[in-house]
């Protein structure tokens, strides 16, 4: 992508209620993926990298697969989209699109999806998929795939979510960021109240998007849900927000370069 000076015009459409608004919409996606994922048990088979015939386990392998197919004809292209092995990826074979650089260039690099994936596979799956090996090694690859690209591209929206912020109130962030001062930075983009406000939107959503449903005994399935709600909050609470905020924080550390 070419490294041009940001323009002005390609924020004419971009405002922090409607960055606000893509977040919001990514929630859903992030849940049903969840809920998705949570139909087959952990399948520990796929994480060992000595059952493959393949270097490294046969998730990363389906991961590096896919996102090489996708990278053919330009997922990456977007600076939306963040793979977890850009060094894997091979040159277009459609014509490159005409994307409007909204984003600083000294930021658009920032990719933290190494962060992401330990998270996912170390601390996160555990808490919502049930133990056992039922065998379905591709489609809960697949769920995984899934899941991992609706965090990566939410959390990696903390780049366009640091650009408006810094274009409506540069006089607040540019002396942090000259100063280079971490602390400062996540001060200014930590709002407590929004985040909880979040966690409880996530909670609900995951009690009314995944809730057991029974036609012949409605009261039989009330209160049972295909992902704990709870645990939604807390991803959101402990992962989610966080890593979205240090996303914030690096791309903003680059913004005056």
């Known amino acids: 992508m070419s490294k041009k000076p940001i323009s002005s015009d390609s924020c004419l459409n971009m405002t922090l209620d409607s960055v606000r608004e893509s977040l919001i919409g990514q929630e859903d996606t992030i849940i049903f993926c969840l809920i998705e994922r949570a139909k087959y048990p952990i399948n520990s088979p796929l994480y060992d990298e000595s059952v493959a015939g393949v270097p490294g386990s046969l998730v990363e392998y389906i991961v590096k697969e896919t996102e090489a197919l996708q990278a053919k004809v330009g997922r990456y292209e977007s600076p939306e989209e963040n793979p977890f092995f850009p060094?894997?990826?091979?040159?277009?074979?459609?014509?490159?699109?005409?994307?409007?650089?909204?984003?600083?260039?000294?930021?658009?690099?920032?990719?933290?999806?190494?962060?992401?994936?330990?998270?996912?596979?170390?601390?996160?799956?555990?808490?919502?998929?049930?133990?056992?090996?039922?065998g379905n090694y591709v489609p809960t690859a697949t769920c995984d795939l899934?899941?991992?690209?609706?965090?990566?591209?939410?959390?990696?929206?903390?780049?366009?979510?640091?650009?408006?912020?810094?274009?409506?109130?540069?006089?607040?962030?540019?002396?942090?960021?000259?100063?280079?001062?971490?602390?400062?930075?996540?001060?200014?983009?930590?709002?407590?109240?929004?985040?909880?406000?979040?966690?409880?939107?996530?909670?609900?959503?995951?009690m009314v998007f995944g809730q057991e449903v029974s036609l012949n005994d409605p009261d039989d399935k009330k209160g049972k849900y295909k992902v704990d709600p709870s645990m939604v909050s807390r991803l959101y609470g402990e992962w989610v927000m966080p890593l979205t905020k240090l996303v914030q924080v690096e791309y903003l550390l680059r913004r005056l370069d």
């Open 146 to 206: 899934h899941c991992l690209q609706a965090l990566s591209r939410r959390i990696h929206y903390g780049k366009f979510v640091a650009e408006i912020k810094f274009m409506d109130a540069p006089e607040d962030y540019s002396p942090a960021i000259l100063a280079q001062d971490r602390a400062t930075l996540m001060s200014l983009l930590t709002f407590e109240k929004v985040e909880e406000m979040v966690k409880q939107r996530v909670e609900k959503k995951a």
């Open 87 to 134: 060094e894997n990826l091979p040159p277009l074979i459609v014509p490159p699109h005409n994307i409007p650089q909204v984003l600083h260039p000294s930021g658009i690099s920032i990719n933290i999806n190494k962060t992401i994936w330990d998270t996912y596979f170390n601390q996160l799956l555990p808490l919502f998929v049930r133990e056992g090996n039922d």
